[in-house]
Structures are given as C-alpha cells and as structure tokens.
C-alpha cells in the first residue's frame, strides 16, 4: 500500500493508478496496449495510440512511488506491450492454418502469443530504463521517449530484428506527418512520436505550476503543427512529369489464397499461370511495358519454373514482348548440396523470347517461416519452417541493382525485407525505383486480419524515406503503384486482376538518404538535453 498517496504523489493520475491492486494495473496496461493497436493501419487513429502511451507514463508515476521501481516499471510496460502486439499481431495464427493437417489449428494460438510476449519484452525494458531515468517533473517525458527509442530500436535489430508496429507507423504514409521519415527515418519518427504522445500526461501532475503542467502538451502541439505544415508543403511541392516520361507498370494478383495455390494437382502450375497471364492483359492491348507479379507467384507442386522449358515458353508467348518481374521459389546445386532460394526474376521478353536477364535472391529471411534457427541442432525435433522445403532458403547477398528494360534499374525487395530501413543501397548503386513482390496469403484475409494492411503501410515509408516510387504486387494483399511521398496512385485489394500506372518519378533523394544516421543522432542529443536540464530537488521517494 502506498501511504497518503494523494498528497505526496506527484501525479493526480498515477496516484489513482498506484492505489490499484497489482492486477488491475494489469488490466489497465493490458486494455491500454490494445487500444495503442488502433493507431496502426487499417485504423491509423494517431490519437488513441497517444493515449495509451498517456497511460504508460502514468503506469511509471505509480511505479515511481514504490520500492521495487523497476520491477513495477518492467511489469507494466510488459503487460502494455503483451495488449498490443497481442491485438496487433494476432494476424499470425492464419499462417498455420494454411496447412492445418501438418500444423493444426493449436499451433497457431502458443505461437502467436509467443511472438507477442517476446516482443513485449521489449516494452518492458524500455519502461524500466525509462525509470532509472525517471524524475517528478516535466523531464521524465524525453526520459520515456529515449528509453522507449532505445528498446524499439533494438527490437529491430536484434535477432535479426523485427521491426513491425514502431511508433512512427501511427502515422498514415503518404499524409503530411509522415513525411518527417524522409528527415529522420522511421526510427526518429517513432522517437518523435513517443514524446509527442506522452507529453499531454504532465497535465495531470500536482506539484508544478499550470505553466509547467501545460507547457509540454503546448510544444508538442507547436512542433506537432509545425511538422504537419512543412510534411503539407513538401508534398505540394511535388514534381509532375507529363504523360509517358516513365514507363507504365501493371502489378498484378492471381486472387488465389494460399491452401488453393499449393493444391496439388497434375496441372496445377498451369492453372496459376492460367490466372496470373488474365490479371495481365493481353500483350497486345497492354499498355504496360513491364509486368510485376508477387513472391512466390507459381508454386512448386509439380516443378520448378526455371526448370520447365515448356512452362517457359507459354510464359513468354503471354508476355509478348513486356518484361516480367516475379517472385519464384528456385534451386541451385553447389557442390554435393542441393540449396533453395526465395528469388525474384527479371524475365525479359523484349527480344520476342522469354529470357531471364537476372535473379535475385532474398537476403532478409523470416525466422521459422523460411527457415528455422539453429537447423543442425533442432533438425531431430522434426521442426520444418512454414514453407514445404526442407530446412528452409538460403539467404542471398544484400539487394542490389537489378536492371530492368526500357526503365532505370531498380531494388527488388522481398516480402519481410521491404518492412527493414536502409535496405536500398545508396550512393552509385542508388536505383530509381523499388519493387516489392510479397505474399500476404499467410497474413489472413484482408476483411478478417489486419496484417496486409500494416505490412502495406510499412511498405510504403521506403518510398518516403528514399524518395523512390514503388511497385508493389502483392499475392492475397494490397497491391499498387506508390509515389515518392507514400501515397498510393494505384490499388487494388486482394483480388483477381491488377492495376497499372505510368510510374511516378524519383526524387534526387532525401535528407534521410544523404544525412539520416547524423540527423537521428541530433534529434536524440535535442531529446536529452530536454532531460537534463537543471531543476530543484526532488523530494524524498514514497516507500510501499
């Protein structure tokens, strides 16, 4: 119990929730992490996402008035975490119903809470560094946002990394706020985000005065409007170009989910081919000069693509003489081993036959989907990724240049990688445009599940942050044609057909792409100095 509470604590709120029992702090940091949820695509409603981070900030006032500190402060950032990447990652359960007579249906509710208690973890630590950092004024706002930023941080890139639902994603890409991520990165823009969010709690502090309860939420109002109106002019700003300055690109969907594409059948490759080649046009009346299809676009049933002349050709005689890029499972024999990649073709149809012109092969895998950490240790176990190869793909080299006829060369991203800042390669290698083939089947129906839509709108933010347009096809997913700024020119949802667009022009590049490491450092130097500036003492701390 904590003694006289309401007179010697220093937030009215915090106090309130000191008083809770420990379950019901709980609940509330559980409740408080789902509705952070509803800042993320599909709903990017900013203000709820502010409001549960509101909360956490009280969460820590209470735990800052107890003995065990930072065992109080780690419990309810964990257990505003598990509330959040519960709700917003509970997409991941359809994954294992793809095939529920090899994995079942009860696999898919331990391993989905798995994922989310282990990325709650995170959120747990980021509360207890922001204790150790805590103070009873104003100060403990930059306080949480850098403790906060450091544990986002290292939640995507640790491990590998999984950098799914970072603050900054509140944020709609393509809106004026977003296009703060072409400055800092999505990184700063989380770490913005977390000090504009939690900066309105000092509002319900006892011991300052009403200027320095409101002053924080003031600020955050100005720097708030302050972004917005330079994010509304950069995209006034715009550049236009006139009609056939760049090629037209057609992304295009089978509209098959995933149990139907991997039915087994003598014919099955051709019946897909069949639908991909409709959703295309037919070359003489198309438009398009190059074709996307998305990752993993003609499955392995019966063979290989790359290893059916025959399936060849009839590709080739569809196309006309469009160049395609697909996504495509494919296998190389080095030495005595037989490896299997995730890869992405460029087939060039230009020179009236169908030729594969390059390859590039997926360096960012997903742990147990594609392969399984670990494999010569666990292999016994009869554990096998989601994908029905073995122990899984190999990783390639990190992406570069693919060229592209009668465009500029581009990046291809695969699927998980396109969610990862910093993959496009800079400099000489920089390319002109970004393709993303993914297969979104695994995250659910787009009406059911919203792990399509976070996985689009994270998309999106490499345009902003490069200054590139995008391709995006994406099998059970969104697909679309994307700007420069994030905004969707063309899409289409999760059906059979596609879309096309004349693709919109690249920028020269960003601050982000020319200063974003030295900009994020100084923005995170502006947010500690907001923590150490000098103020009187504190009074002695209430024992529990």
């Keep these: 119990m904590i003694a006289n509470a309401a007179e010697i604590g220093h937030s009215r709120i915090g106090d309130w929730m000191g008083a809770r029992t420990p379950w019901q702090r709980r609940g509330i940091a559980f409740f408080a992490g789902a ?39 780690f419990a309810a950032g964990w257990w505003l975490g598990l509330g959040h990447f519960i709700t917003g990652l509970y997409w991941a359960s359809s994954a294992f119903l793809v095939e529920s007579d ?51 941080w290292l939640r995507g890139h640790l491990f590998g990394g999984f ?24 990184y700063g823009l989380s770490a913005i985000t977390l000090l504009l969010a939690a900066a309105p709690a000092t509002m319900a502090d006892r011991q300052d005065s009403a200027a320095f309860r409101f002053a924080p939420m003031v600020l955050a109002g100005l720097v708030g409007g302050m972004a917005w109106g330079w994010g509304a002019q950069r995209i006034a ?36 081919l069949g639908r991909y080649l409709a959703a295309s046009g037919a070359a003489e009346d198309s438009r398009a000069s190059i074709l996307v299809w998305p990752e993993g676009a003609i499955p392995v049933v019966n063979f290989f693509m790359l290893e059916n002349q025959q399936f060849l050709d009839a590709l080739g005689r569809g196309l006309g003489d469009r160049a395609l ?90 699927c998980y990688e396109a969610i990862f800042p910093g993959m496009v390669p800079r400099g000489e290698g920089r390319p002109g445009w970004i393709v993303v083939v993914t297969n979104d089947a695994w995250f659910g129906r787009l009406d059911r599940f919203t792990g399509p839509w976070q996985h689009f709108a994270m998309a999106r933010y490499r345009s902003i942050e490069e200054g590139l347009p995008m391709a995006r096809a994406a099998s059970g997913g969104v697909s679309g044609i994307i700007d420069s700024f994030g905004r969707a020119v063309r899409m289409t949802i999760q059906a059979g057909g596609g879309t096309e667009s004349q693709l919109p022009p690249a920028l020269r590049g960003t601050l982000y792409t020319d200063w974003g490491v030295w900009l994020l450092l100084g923005l995170l130097v502006i947010i500690a100095t907001l923590r150490f500036i000098p103020r009187p003492a504190e009074g002695e701390r209430v024992r529990a």
């Design 35 to 73: 509705l952070a949820t509803l800042g993320h695509a599909p709903f990017q409603f900013p203000l709820a996402y502010v409001l549960a981070i509101m909360v956490l900030v009280w969460l820590l006032d209470a735990a800052y008035a107890r003995t065990s500190r930072l065992g109080s402060a």
């Design 102 to 152: 090899v994995w079942g249906p009860m696999w898919g509710v331990p391993a989905t809470f798995a994922l989310a208690a282990g990325n709650a973890i995170y959120w747990g630590l980021g509360a207890m560094l922001a204790m150790s950092l805590w103070t009873r004024d104003f100060r403990r706002i930059p306080a949480f946002a850098l403790a906060m930023f450091a544990t986002e």
């Design 163 to 186: 950098p799914w639902l970072l603050p900054g994603y509140v944020w709609t890409p393509g809106e004026p706020f977003s296009q703060l991520a072409s400055v800092f990165g999505i």
């Design 237 to 272: 700003n715009a550049p236009v170009e006139p009609p056939g300055a760049q090629p037209i690109v057609r992304v295009a969907d089978s509209g098959l989910s995933q149990a139907e594409k991997w039915r087994v059948r003598p014919d099955q490759e051709w019946r897909v």
């Design 325 to 414: 890029i697909v996504g495509l499972t494919r296998r190389e024999l080095r030495g005595s081993e037989l490896l299997y990649f995730n890869s992405a073709a460029v087939i060039d149809g230009v020179s009236g036959a169908p030729r594969l012109s390059q390859i590039y092969d997926k360096h960012h895998l997903v742990p147990f989907g594609e392969y399984i950490p670990l494999w010569s240790l666990v292999s016994d176990l009869n554990i096998a990724p989601l994908q029905r190869i073995g122990a899984g793909f190999e990783s390639g080299p990190r992406p570069s240049r693919v060229i592209v006829p009668e465009a500029a060369p581009a990046i291809v991203l695969i």
